[in-house]
Structure formats: structure tokens, C-alpha cells
């Protein structure tokens, strides 16, 4: 799994939008939807709701969000 597929999650989550999360990362917002649906492709469920309003976690996405946000620190302090 990709670091880049935990922080478009996570950029998702904390800013409330993909276009924001993509801001962040660089990317364009179809980039960071192009990575959530790899990571959620790749746990076997869906993690986020894409509504007018923004993202949300789904009670999957909720339960896994602390490992995801855990594992995205230690690759970032790893330096990977």
C-alpha cells in the first residue's frame, strides 16, 4: 500500500473534500478519487461516502481510519 493512497484518504477526512486533498497533495481532485478507490479496492470495502457536501468516513472507514492514519505516520517517519 502506498503512502500516497493513506494521505489522499486521510487529506480527504481532515479537509472534508477530494478537490481540497488534491490541493494538498499537488494532484487533481480525480487523481486523489483514483487513489481511494485503489486503497478501498485493496481492504475490500469502501471507506468514504462522496456526497455534495464532501467525504465521510463509512463505519468500515471509521473502524480502519486509526490504522491507516498510524501506518501513514510510520511511512512518513521511515522516510518512504
Request: glycine letters at 8%; proline letters at 1%.
Amino acid at each position: 500500500m502506498s503512502i500516497k493512497k493513506y494521505q489522499a484518504l486521510t487529506y480527504s477526512v481532515e479537509l472534508g473534500t477530494l478537490t481540497k486533498a488534491g490541493e494538498k497533495l499537488g494532484t487533481s481532485q480525480t487523481a486523489v478519487s483514483h487513489l481511494i478507490i485503489d486503497l478501498e479496492n485493496e481492504f475490500g470495502f469502501k471507506l468514504i461516502t462522496r456526497n455534495k457536501k464532501g467525504v465521510s468516513l463509512t463505519e468500515k472507514g471509521k473502524s480502519i481510519y486509526p490504522y491507516i492514519k498510524e501506518r501513514m505516520h510510520l511511512k512518513i517517519s521511515a522516510g518512504l
